[in-house]
């Protein structure tokens, strides 16, 4: 039997090696085994060739010696020893060709470095060298090679190696295939598709791609997916077409990816070789066919309804896939192609979406995929998890989607967090189409929740976001807020706080705790989420929400303006919320009469005098301050400015910041005025008031006529000049009258401004700036014009770079002014349409009667789990919930129950979270399994445990391996895995007594045997042997190592 | 896109093979590669061998003292990819039996071969080893 055999083979050989190791290594010229060789010295090893080939030839010896018969086990052991040298050369000398000895010397080196300086140093070195060596006369080409793979190194160790990238160039033209696939390979590596030794390249493609070796036009064309841009595509386009045809299946295959890289790279150069790939769907060669499924997923993605057709195709293909038609080879652990099957589900999922006559072709399918999938493995989970995703894509099946969540309950309850990972994101999805299927793991997902693994804690959080009410809306954006607190990573930060605010915004039940809320978002993430944000509360807190009466609105503004100024006394706040705070307090500050006018000064004085590099809050302390005298002159009551308010408005009247010190003096002004002046100049509470504006400026009329009539020329309206301008581009192209743009553009930035007198006050800004560029900097007109000066003509190369200008940066700069014209008049409305789409909310419905049957399981469950649980779920606490639904965003009446809730959740929070440390474990007790179990779990070395992983999944395969033994069909995977195997059956029976419970316990087993196996294999052994091997390797005494090169990382 | 690059480190954190499937310049890759590579080692063995980095999402698994890094995007499968990753450790082992770390030192160009053979245009299009291999061996056996 090859198990029992390879499994003593394996032990045998460590144990062996071992003893001839430690005896013999230190002598020259060991004796190995019925051949009598010294050991050869690897100091010069590309002089040792033919002896290189020859160990290369009992190695293979040896490897087939172990596929055949049984053999005694001492002359296994001597031929594995042989085995072991062999390769040990091989890596030396693999291919038959040696590497010098520097090459080794560099990599024993960078092998062996602890640490990224002494790393780098080594690779300063080497470029050092290489620079030197590398433009030496007469290089051979096999010497080269060995260059560039230096090369190589020297990039991917992060060091600039453009001084070679020359030489790889070069070696693309090399006859040699090896040389030629080395020179192609550095090339991808080193130059992206726009660098300019491509164009060098281009030309040895072509020829190679008309290469009868096979194997020249496949590396050809995978240069080929990586170098050509669009501008070569045309180059080889027809050349990569024809070989669609090709008789080898992987030219074939190659070829439709380069195919498939065009359309990446510019859709419009292949579209009317799109049906290729159809073509190609139906290939012969099941390679090929897999391949064609990358582009047309693409396809797909983009336009559904063109291949609708193919529907019956995908799913007969799978369907053949999945009864194992295809080559053994593309087995996969016992699964049948599972990578292609899980593109075939991408695709399926993709043409189903909303299409009931498409979907239904897929049911069957689906249905036996789901049933048949071995769900004991890595790759059968993968393709469940494909199927769910397939599922909850299409158009909805009653008997699928229970076949879903019964396998998402079973990803859920699976202590390997890869899998809860997949589960929770599964109920993602599926929760779109059955809302009520996160019920019934409202435990399993609380766990996750407060995991300390951070990637299923956001991802479970993904899958709050989805389930969010309003009910729940609380909860949920609290505990948002919390992580959001405890992360450094600004993307994630970033990402968090704009779905808190999304979330709040949508499902808010009562103002107070919307304006609570964004406060501890801006608070803590404020610099990070969108300024828009802070214009929404902004004008949240001036509007109120929608049709409430008064009292709610200035009540809301003074709980505002009391949490703002409680904040505000905080170091080191965000601009953006200093912003708003400035806004609030300058606009409602006073209103309730709470507040002094003095009192409210002082505080904006000293947010100025803190943030003082900030221009912009600033700019809002002081207008806010301009809004406080004002609504005090009104009032009648006597103005008095504090001395610290005087030393600012003065500072800044003589800022360098124009905005600032027309702010100051304005305030300066407005401070002068009476009473009545003020009323009409700055109405109390207006900021909602719409401004008019007549955008025709009709009170300019005269002037304009006036202009006119003195010889100047009409305004062309903005669209019209546009339009001339590219016309003008097209036409100019290449000719020398593109002088012109060059006109344009100075005449653009010219302050000449024909109307500097009259604007009116509001719109001074955008009126002067909406006249001064028409008139003076279009072109056509200008020429004509004699006051603008003529272009000088020796512009030429500055006329030509404004050409390029023109082209990607020139258009949208004139729609920008025209956006500021009409910014005015549309910047109310700019942050309503936001709120209006948030408005459209998600499903709410909730049956939650499951809610009976699962208390019953879950007696154990500690009480703060439940009530999160139920604050989240919306469990045990209905009455309540169904308050707090009935007020949603009315909050009128619903207050107190709002406010109860929340009292309740941060408790339930904090004890839980007070009871996680001290028993981690336990929590897996919730999924109803044996508290023995748990118990043991601990014992487990979490290292081991990841060992386990991944011979968990080789014992999978090993299970059904065994089974079907007597046949033996895969020589290969069996004298592969054969060895580990029997390590892990042997433990595992060995360990059974001690297991504690039959059913249940199978996977922890395998974790501890794939532990215990590891560790019978002893890390020391290997250790020893490894440091003898390294010394033999490089033939030079080594003075630090690292065992772990040797490692076997399939060990 | 799927694939956006594959990386392998060491325990260290020293790179022992990167490609990349999109342009990144030599100091993005640099730093890339460190924080990763940090973010990964800061992780217990229990914890899901999926991380989120910037727009990225990380699949690793650990072989010895190897990782094995695979950024993909968002749309794809994460426990496929862990496969894939198991996929190519079989592959190299079936080549260079068994593979350990300086294997793929010395060979680095075969590991890319292959890596060339398994994925294009950051898609997985073959996973017969033997198809794999064969152009690998051919040229082996040529040169």
Same mark, same amino acid.
């Given at each position: ?81 042989? @085995? ?56 051979? @080409? ?744 009935? *007020? ?127 560790? *019978? ?35 | ?143």
């Amino acid at each position: 039997m090859p198990y029992g055999r390879s499994s003593i083979f394996k032990y045998g050989l460590s144990l062996d090696q071992l003893a001839v190791r430690a005896g013999q290594i230190p002598r020259p010229g060991p004796q190995i085994g019925p051949f009598k060789r010294s050991e050869p010295d690897l100091a010069a090893p590309h002089d040792l060739l033919p002896l290189a080939e020859k160990f290369q030839s009992w190695k293979n010896l040896a490897d087939q010696s172990c596929l055949d018969q049984p053999v005694p086990r001492q002359i296994e052991s001597k031929l594995e020893q042989l @085995k072991t040298i062999g390769r040990e050369l091989a890596m030396g000398s693999h291919g038959g060709f040696g590497q010098s000895k520097e090459f080794l010397e560099l990599v024993k080196s960078i092998g062996e470095s602890r640490s990224k300086s002494e790393e780098d140093r080594i690779i300063l070195r080497e470029i050092e060298t290489l620079k030197r060596r590398i433009v030496e006369p007469d290089i051979p @080409k096999r010497k080269m090679k060995e260059y560039i793979i230096r090369l190589v190194y020297v990039e991917m160790l992060g060091h600039d190696a453009s001084f070679g990238y020359i030489q790889a160039v070069k070696m693309t033209h090399d006859d040699s295939l090896l040389l030629k696939r080395t020179g192609y390979l550095a090339v991808t590596l080193f130059l992206n598709e726009d660098h300019d030794l491509i164009i060098l390249i281009v030309n040895t493609i072509q020829k190679d791609l008309k290469s009868d070796n096979y194997l020249v036009v496949c590396a050809a064309l995978g240069a080929v997916c990586r170098l050509i841009n669009e501008e070569t595509i045309p180059a080889v386009l027809p050349q990569v077409v024809e070989l669609l045809g090709h008789q080898k299946e992987a030219v074939r295959k190659k070829a439709v990816m380069a195919l498939h890289r065009f359309y990446q790279k510019s859709p419009s150069t292949v579209s009317h070789l799109i049906s290729n790939f159809r073509k190609k769907l139906c290939d012969s060669d099941p390679g090929v066919m897999g391949a064609t499924l990358c582009p047309l997923f693409d396809l797909v993605t983009v336009d559904v309804k063109s291949y609708k057709d193919l529907v019956v195709s995908f799913v007969s293909i799978l369907k053949q896939v999945v009864e194992r038609r295809l080559p053994k080879s593309y087995d996969y652990h016992q699964m049948p192609a599972p990578f292609i099957q899980i593109k075939l589900l991408k695709i399926l999922g993709l043409l189903g979406n909303g299409d009931k006559h498409a979907s239904e072709q897929m049911y069957t399918v689906l249905g036996d995929l789901m049933r048949k999938c071995d769900a004991s493995t890595n790759i059968g989970n993968a393709i469940l998890y494909e199927c769910i995703c397939c599922i909850s894509s299409i158009y909805p099946n009653p008997k699928l989607l229970e076949a879903a969540a019964e396998v998402i309950s079973k990803f859920l309850k699976s202590d390997n967090h890869n899998l809860k990972y997949m589960g929770i994101d599964a109920l993602g999805r599926l929760i779109k189409l059955s809302p009520d299927a996160a019920e019934q793991h409202q435990l399993a997902v609380i766990d996750c929740l407060e995991d300390p693994d951070d990637t299923l804690k956001r991802k479970t959080f993904e899958l709050l976001q989805k389930m969010t009410k309003s009910s729940n809306v609380e909860v949920i954006v609290d505990r948002m807020i919390d992580y959001m607190i405890s992360i450094n990573d600004f993307h994630y930060k970033t990402e968090i706080a704009s779905r808190c605010v999304e979330l709040a915004e949508q499902f808010a039940p009562s103002n107070h705790w919307f304006i609570l809320t964004m406060n501890k978002v801006f608070e803590h993430a404020g610099d990070l989420v969108n300024i828009k944000v802070a214009h929404n509360l902004m004008r949240l807190i001036a509007e109120g929400f929608g049709e409430d009466d008064d009292t709610a609105d200035s009540q809301l503004r003074s709980s505002a303006v009391e949490s703002y100024l409680r904040i505000v006394t905080e170091p080191k706040l965000p601009s953006a919320f200093l912003q708003v705070i400035c806004w609030v307090l300058g606009e409602y500050g006073t209103a309730d009469g709470k507040y002094s006018a003095s009192y409210i000064t002082g505080k904006l004085c000293d947010i100025a005098e803190a943030y003082s590099s900030d221009e912009t809050v600033k700019a809002y302390a002081i207008t806010a301050l301009m809004k406080i005298y004002a609504i005090e002159i009104a009032a009648g009551r006597r103005l008095d400015i504090l001395p610290e308010c005087q030393t600012l408005i003065e500072e800044l009247a003589a800022s360098h910041s124009t905005d600032l010190q027309q702010r100051a003096y304005e305030l300066q002004a407005v401070v002068g005025l009476d009473a009545r002046a003020i009323e009409s100049a700055m109405p109390s509470d207006a900021s909602c008031e719409d401004i008019e504006i007549d955008v025709t400026l009709p009170f300019l009329d005269s002037f304009v006529q006036q202009s006119l009539h003195n010889g100047d020329q009409p305004y062309i309206p903005e669209d019209e000049r546009s339009r001339a301008i590219d016309i003008s581009n097209f036409s100019n192209q290449g000719h020398r009258e593109s002088s012109t743009h060059g006109l344009k553009f100075e005449a653009y930035e010219m302050p000449k401004l024909p109307v500097p007198s009259h604007p009116p006050p509001p719109v001074s800004h955008v009126s002067t700036e909406l006249v001064s560029i028409p008139e003076p900097s279009y072109s056509r007109e200008t020429q004509f014009s004699p006051t603008n000066p003529p272009v000088p003509s020796s512009d030429a190369e500055l006329k030509l770079r404004l050409d390029g200008v023109q082209k990607k940066w020139g258009k949208p700069t004139y729609p920008s002014t025209s956006s500021s014209s009409s910014g005015y008049s549309s910047s109310p409305a700019n942050g309503a349409s936001q709120m209006e789409s948030a408005a459209t909310s998600t499903s709410t419905s909730r049956p939650g009667e499951t809610y009976k049957d699962l208390k019953k399981a879950e007696v154990e469950i500690s009480p703060e789990k439940q009530k999160l649980a139920a604050s989240l779920f919306g469990g045990s606490t209905r009455s309540e919930k169904r308050i707090s639904t009935t *007020t949603h965003r009315a909050s009128k009446g619903g207050g107190h129950s709002t406010e109860k809730s929340s009292v309740l959740k941060p408790s339930a929070a904090s004890t839980t979270k007070a009871n996680i440390p001290p028993q981690p474990l336990p929590d897996l007790l919730d999924l109803g399994e044996p508290a023995r179990l748990s118990m043991v779990a601990p014992l487990t070395d979490p290292f081991m445990q990841l060992e386990g992983l991944l011979d968990q999944k080789e014992s999978g395969s090993s299970g059904t391996c065994a089974v079907t033994d007597g046949s033996n069909k895969e020589p290969d995977i069996v004298s592969l895995y054969s060895d580990l195997h029997m390590d892990e059956q042997s433990s595992q029976s060995t360990l059974n007594p001690l297991a504690p419970s039959e059913s249940n316990s199978s996977n922890l087993r395998r974790t501890i045997s794939g532990g215990l196996a590891q560790a *019978t294999k002893g890390p020391n052994l290997k250790e020893a042997l490894e440091k003898d091997a390294l010394v033999r390797q490089v033939g030079v005494n080594p003075t630090t190592q690292n065992p772990n090169l040797f490692k076997d990382l399939l060990g | 896109m799927g694939i956006r690059f594959i990386l392998m480190v060491n325990k260290q954190g020293q790179t022992r093979l990167a490609q990349y499937y999109e342009y990144l310049t030599l100091e993005e890759r640099r730093a890339l590669e460190g924080e990763i590579v940090r973010k990964c080692l800061a992780r217990t063995e229990q914890q899901c061998s999926f991380v989120e980095h910037r727009n990225y999402k990380i699949v690793y698994r650990r072989y010895a003292s190897l990782f094995f890094l695979v950024g993909v995007d968002n749309e794809e499968n994460e426990l496929a990819i862990l496969e894939f990753i198991h996929l190519l450790v079989e592959t190299m082992d079936q080549h260079f039996g068994n593979v350990c770390e300086l294997d793929i030192m010395f060979h680095l160009e075969k590991a890319h071969f292959m890596l060339e053979e398994m994925v294009m245009n950051g898609c997985i299009v073959e996973t017969s080893k033997s198809n794999i291999l064969m152009p690998i061996q051919l040229m082996d056996k040529t040169s």
